[in-house]
């Protein structure tokens, strides 16, 4: 098969959906000989802000001079993003070889797409001798397919209210789904600093023995300057200080998203990982990760998130206002229906100018007509335009001086506005 034909065949499985459980990813990755075992991991599980800490912990394990393997999803551009080495994509033909090689055991084990996907990663991995693997969670945690590794460090970024369906509709019961990565005598770190969220993690690692760590109890920072290039910020975690860090990633979450990340590199410092502070200051610099208040363009002024919900949504609005405050922005926006947009247009709705409502190429996104009726209740300035790529085209021929443009909503709708700036076909 070409490549094309191989992400045709996987994507031809993901329209069955997610499947929680780790029967078939146990007895796939048995048939495989277990790859996930063969190299030390962190696993980083939480509502928003995983793929950020791990990306963070990718580029600072790299700078220290570790070969290490980065599984998110889902991705932005191409499928060969969701399995990473060091800063480079999986390569094609290996996907298409694994494909090829596994569809018979593929249609033994019924798998999901992101089962594939994770037993594809886990595989790639040890075949490439890495020193490390850096693994997102893709829903919750508990019955999640990465859920099959027992890492050196446990990561849950925060909880709030997504995917309610599957997870629960409490923080506490989203918090004991998420803190089902825990393994015995594994610690945990958390940013969540709900009381109510932190009482359900903790009692999962007592269960586990597994030392509990909630950031806000032992780590800090100070701002010295921020902007749409990154932070500078002083960092406080325990007896250790860090000054004038730069972290190459804009918004106050992401300093937040930092302190875990530096209590990761020291919890693997007392396992006998070699971390120095030079390697830290220099992976923070170096990271590489779209689609999180990227500065696409600065002359006109384009930024691109992926904030997909409501959680994200506020967080996205609170770096606007911290970093371009007086700014009024041309949002294009599309979004899965599952999603509050409701209330994701409200959190925006003190910057927006103009709203432009697309619809993301994916069979669960939403009616551009409802997200129009929320919009019409907040009284936005708006118009469908339902092809992703035309919505971004109309947003950047109609920016006016002084204007910027804001591209958000969901990963699909991003990757769409990505593709059409450079002139290549629709997303995959």
């Given at each position: 098969m070409?490549?094309?034909?191989?992400?045709?065949?996987l994507?031809?499985?993901?329209?069955?959906g997610?499947?929680?459980?780790?029967?078939?990813?146990?007895?796939?990755?048995?048939?495989l000989?277990?790859?996930?075992d063969?190299?030390?991991?962190?696993?980083?599980?939480?509502?928003?802000g995983?793929g950020?800490?791990?990306?963070?912990?990718?580029?600072?394990?790299?700078s220290?001079?570790?070969?290490v393997?980065?599984?998110?999803?889902?991705?932005?551009?191409?499928?060969?993003?969701?399995?990473?080495?060091?800063?480079?994509?999986?390569?094609?033909?290996?996907i298409?070889?694994?494909?090829?090689?596994?569809?018979?055991?593929?249609?033994e084990?019924?798998?999901?797409?992101?089962?594939?996907?994770?037993?594809?990663?886990?595989q790639?991995?040890?075949v490439?001798?890495?020193?490390?693997?850096?693994?997102?969670?893709?829903?919750?945690?508990?019955?999640?397919?990465?859920?099959?590794?027992?890492?050196?460090v446990?990561?849950?970024?925060?909880?709030?209210?997504?995917h309610?369906?599957?997870?629960?509709?409490?923080?506490?019961?989203?918090?004991?789904?998420?803190?089902g990565?825990?393994?015995?005598?594994?610690?945990c770190?958390?940013?969540?600093?709900?009381?109510?969220?932190q009482?359900?993690?903790?009692?999962?690692c007592?269960?586990?023995r597994a030392?509990?760590?909630?950031?806000?109890?032992?780590?800090?920072?100070n701002?010295r300057?921020m902007?749409?290039?990154g932070?500078?910020?002083d960092?406080?975690?325990?007896?250790?200080?860090?000054?004038?860090?730069?972290?190459?990633?804009?918004?106050r979450?992401?300093?937040?998203?930092?302190?875990?990340v530096?209590?990761?590199?020291?919890?693997?410092r007392?396992?006998?990982?070699?971390?120095?502070d030079?390697?830290?200051?220099?992976?923070?610099?170096?990271?590489?990760?779209?689609?999180?208040?990227?500065?696409?363009s600065?002359n006109?002024?384009?930024?691109m998130?992926v904030?997909?919900?409501?959680?994200?949504?506020?967080?996205?609005r609170?770096?606007?206002?911290?970093?371009?405050?007086?700014?009024?922005?041309?949002?294009?926006?599309?979004?899965l229906?599952?999603?509050?947009?409701?209330?994701?247009?409200t959190e925006?709705?003190?910057?927006?100018?103009?709203?432009?409502?697309?619809?993301?190429?994916?069979?669960?996104?939403?009616?551009?007509?409802?997200?129009?009726?929320?919009?019409?209740?907040?009284?936005?300035?708006?118009?469908i335009?339902?092809s992703p790529g035309n919505?971004?085209?109309?947003?950047?021929?109609?920016?006016?001086?002084?204007?910027?443009?804001?591209?958000?909503?969901?990963h699909?709708?991003?990757?769409?506005?990505?593709?059409?700036?450079?002139?290549?076909?629709?997303?995959?």
């Open positions: 070409t490549y094309q034909e191989t992400l045709d065949y994507f031809s499985i993901e329209k069955y997610i499947k929680l459980g780790l029967e078939r990813i146990r007895d796939y990755t048995d048939a000989g277990n790859p996930q063969k190299y030390p991991t962190i696993h980083i599980a939480g509502t928003n995983k950020s800490t791990a990306a963070m912990l990718q580029s600072i394990l790299s220290a001079g570790y070969k393997g980065l599984l998110t999803s889902p991705h932005l551009v191409d499928y060969s993003e969701r399995m990473r080495i060091n800063y480079n994509n999986c390569d094609r033909d290996y298409i070889g694994f494909v090829n090689e596994n569809m018979q055991r593929m249609k084990i019924p798998v999901s797409f992101f089962e594939i996907t994770t037993a594809l990663a886990f790639y991995f040890a490439e001798n890495v020193d490390f693997g850096v693994i997102e969670v893709g829903m919750g945690g508990r019955l999640d397919a990465t859920n099959i590794i027992v890492p050196e446990s990561i849950i970024t925060n909880i709030d209210y997504d309610t369906k599957s997870l629960g509709n409490t923080l506490e019961r989203i918090a004991v789904e998420k803190a990565i825990t393994k015995p005598e594994v610690p770190i958390t940013g969540a600093q709900d009381k109510r969220v009482e359900a993690i903790g009692r999962i007592n269960e586990n030392e509990f760590i909630p950031l806000d109890k032992v780590a800090k920072y701002i300057r902007s749409l290039s932070s500078y910020v960092i406080e975690s325990g007896a250790k200080k860090y000054e004038n860090i730069f972290i190459n990633l804009p918004g979450h992401q300093i937040e998203n930092a302190l875990g530096i209590k990761t590199v020291e919890l693997l007392d396992k006998g990982h070699k971390i120095t030079n390697a830290l200051y220099e992976g923070f610099e170096k990271i590489k990760w779209n689609g999180r208040i990227q500065v696409f600065r006109p002024l384009v930024l998130d904030a997909h919900n409501v959680a994200g949504a506020k967080t996205l609170r770096a606007i206002m911290d970093i371009i405050p007086r700014k009024k922005l041309t949002v294009v926006f599309g979004v229906a599952e999603k509050d947009f409701g209330a994701m247009l925006y709705s003190s910057f927006i100018s103009k709203l432009i409502i697309t619809k993301p190429i994916s069979e669960r996104a939403a009616d551009p007509e409802e997200v129009a009726f929320a919009a019409e209740k907040l009284g936005l300035n708006y118009e335009i339902p919505a971004y085209r109309k947003a950047i021929s109609d920016i006016e001086d002084e204007g910027a443009v804001l591209v958000t909503g969901s699909y709708t991003v990757g769409e506005a990505i593709m059409t700036s450079n002139g290549n076909g629709s997303y995959r």
